[in-house]
């Protein structure tokens, strides 16, 4: 289990389970309320950093439910995602670019998922990404004033 400890500048790592501390390389300021990484990243106290996504799929998509539901062996296409099941959920894959990644198989995919994105509005798996994903700790250099 970890900690968290604030020291007068730092917050401090405490792992109890193997009995060692870290610096995080969080620097923190009072005067506005403002956590700094060392990589110059800043995120105000209190305010949850964005999990580390090492790659995109529906399940760190920002559109999909929190909530797994049983998933059919059936209603998996060969490679661990849904096919689209008739003519309108069709429209909406092609329009979303709706895809089950390569390399994967029907195991891969032990739950699924709702997206609640306006255009998909249908069942996902881990395995499976579209042209809307998004994440609240997307970076885009266009948006930087």
Known sequence: MQQLKETEHHLIEIDKSSKHSSNLSHIANPSNNMISDLDGSTMAKGEK????VLGTNCYNCKFVAD????????????????DPKNKDEMKKAKKADLITLPGGNNRDAKAKRFCNHEEVLMHVTIRMCCAFWDNAGVKRPWNDK
């Not at 950093?49 to 580390?52: A, D, L, V, Y």
């Not at 909530?67 to 849904?82: A, F, H, V």
């Open 67 to 82: 909530k797994e539901e049983i998933i059919d062996p059936k209603e998996l296409n060969g490679i661990g995602g849904i």
């Open 49 to 52: 950093k964005p999990e580390k």
